[in-house]
Nanobody, 125 residues
Framework: QLQASGGGLVQAGGSLRLSCTVS????????MGWFRQAPGKDREFTAA????????NYADSVKGRFTISRENSKATVYLQMDSLKPEDTALYYC????????????????????WGSGTLVTVSS
C-alpha cells in the first residue's frame, strides 16, 4: 500500500513537502514516481527516482523547483516543492514500479504497478 501525505494550501512562492510511505512490500526494490492531475487535465509525470536514489528525473515544468528523494530505511519517498506556482495546483499521486533495475526509472504512468491515493496541493496567487 502507498500512502501519500503532506498536501495543503500554500501561497505562490511557498513550499510544501509531500511524503509517500510504502507498506507491505520491498521498498528498496521499487523505482518511485510522482504524478499530478490538475482539474480538467490528464495525469502527468512530475518526478521519478531509481531504487538506489542516485538517479532522478523531472518534468520540465518543475525542474529546478522540485526535488525527489527517498529513504529506503523508512520506505518513504519525498517530493520537496519550492517556489510553488498556481499552476502546480493538482492532486499529487505517488507510484511504485516493481520492474525497474537499480539505476533506472520510467516516466510513463502505465509502467507503474501500484498507486497511492492522491494528496491535494492548492497554490493560491
Amino acid at each position: 500500500q502507498l500512502q501519500a501525505s503532506g498536501g495543503g494550501l500554500v501561497q505562490a512562492g511557498g513550499s510544501l513537502r509531500l511524503s509517500c510511505t510504502v507498506s507491505g512490500g520491498m521498498f528498496s526494490k521499487y523505482a518511485m514516481g510522482w504524478f499530478r492531475q490538475a482539474p480538467g487535465k490528464d495525469r502527468e509525470f512530475t518526478a521519478a527516482i531509481a531504487r538506489t536514489g542516485r538517479y532522478t528525473n523531472y518534468a520540465d515544468s518543475v525542474k529546478g523547483r522540485f526535488t525527489i528523494s527517498r529513504e529506503n530505511s523508512k520506505a518513504t519517498v519525498y517530493l520537496q516543492m519550492d517556489s510553488l506556482k498556481p499552476e502546480d495546483t493538482a492532486l499529487y499521486y505517488c507510484a511504485a514500479d516493481l520492474k525497474s533495475s537499480p539505476v533506472t526509472f520510467t516516466t510513463s504512468a502505465q509502467d507503474y504497478d501500484y498507486w497511492g491515493s492522491g494528496t491535494l496541493v492548492t497554490v493560491s496567487s
